[in-house]
């Protein structure tokens, strides 16, 4: 049960499909009140000053995409304004690039799509930072992307890979964007099965893995948010 008057996290969600995943046990778990915010459904984003923390999430729409979805840009504000208010951000695949954008960074095309279970390479920062470096030299992850981001300016690169390399940010103390994602449990993964382009799988122990790091990656950023 979550302590009185404990300030939620906000779970901001793009598209059906996209959502917390495996991220809503740990809350859970943690005690930690949760404000489920569907933009895609026109769901208003809640005042920052009133949460403690927000997760955003992935979906197939990108950052440029504001004039079939012009809540990307009213997002991207909110975001900014959440910083300035000490919220702390964790960033998932289009929330990274949304927060990559929200810090004035470009948001651009990637060499080609990068799609299923495998690593990430953390830098000598990313090996150090509070947040995933105690994964040690690589992070289980899930892509699914064809977009990447420049780093934001004063960010540091946490974790690189062959083909893409800005694949986690910090900015600040209370900022992170993951290119990856972390949050897909099994249903997930059973979900996005039929959406996935031809010939591409998400390998079961590759996923489970990427989840197991995602959880704990959550709980040290609940202990960092606080």
Do not use: K
């Not at 939620?8 to 740990?26: K, R, S």
């Not at 915010?37 to 504001?66: C, I, K, N, T, Y």
């Not at 651009?108 to 495998?118: D, F, S, T, W």
């Amino acid at each position: 049960m979550a302590a009185a008057g404990r300030r939620p996290w906000a779970l901001v969600q793009h598209a059906a499909g996209e959502g917390p995943g495996a991220l809503a046990d740990v809350l859970e778990g943690a005690g930690v009140p949760t404000v489920a915010v569907r933009l895609d459904q026109g769901a208003p984003l809640p005042d920052p000053g009133l949460v403690a923390g927000a997760a955003v999430f992935g979906g197939a729409m990108g950052v440029h995409d504001s004039d079939r979805h012009p809540w990307l840009v009213t997002e991207r504000r909110w975001l900014v304004e959440a910083l300035d208010r000490g919220v702390f951000v964790l960033g998932i695949c289009l929330g990274a690039q949304q927060l990559a954008a929200a810090l004035g960074a470009d948001v651009h095309a990637g060499p080609e799509p990068e799609i299923g279970a495998g690593a990430v390479a953390l830098t000598a920062e990313g090996r150090a930072d509070p947040l995933l470096g105690p994964e040690g030299e690589r992070v289980a992850v899930v892509q699914w992307h064809a977009d990447t981001f420049a780093l934001p300016e004063g960010a540091v690169r946490l974790a690189t890979g062959a083909r893409y390399p800005n694949q986690a940010f910090r900015f600040g103390s209370r900022a992170y964007g993951l290119q990856f994602h972390i949050e897909v449990d099994e249903a997930m993964a059973r979900a996005w099965a039929p959406h996935l382009p031809a010939g591409a799988a998400l390998d079961p122990g590759g996923r489970g893995a990427a989840e197991a790091a995602g959880r704990r990656i959550v709980a040290r950023a609940l202990s960092l948010a606080l």
